[in-house]
């Protein structure tokens, strides 16, 4: 299995925007669902936003409508457009497939979100 590579990560200040990127290798892009998830330190990672092959996209509760999740067709690419940031959206944030695949954990890419 290919490990992902996320980026796009960083320092926000609450109320800000980050655009997250996410190349998926194409076996895993046309066939599987691909979605984002999040981690803070001591918890188990978290569902952010998936999209379905089919293009049905879902979101985590608490998302509340702030991230929206889309995929690059021609690239491979997902991306999450995250708006209105809280500190509480600060984690480690991972790309995967839905179900997630234990082999394509990456090192995820780090979002701060200031007060």
């Known amino acids: 299995q290919v490990q992902l590579v996320e980026s796009g990560g960083g320092l926000v200040q609450a109320g800000g925007s980050l655009r997250l990127s996410c190349t998926v290798p194409?076996?895993?892009?046309?066939?599987?669902?691909v979605g984002w998830y999040r981690q803070t330190a001591g918890n188990q990672r978290q569902m952010v936003a998936l999209?379905?092959?089919?293009?049905?996209?879902t979101y985590g509760a608490f998302v509340k409508g702030r991230f929206t999740i889309s995929r690059d067709n021609a690239g491979n690419t997902i991306y999450l457009q995250m708006h209105n940031l809280t500190p509480e959206d600060s984690a480690v944030y991972y790309c995967?497939?839905?179900?997630?695949?234990?082999?394509?954990w990456g090192q995820g890419t780090q979002v701060t979100v200031s007060s």
């Open positions: 194409r076996s895993i892009f046309n066939a599987n669902h």
């Open positions: 995967n497939s839905f179900p997630p695949s234990d082999d394509s």
């Open positions: 999209s379905q092959a089919n293009g049905v996209k």
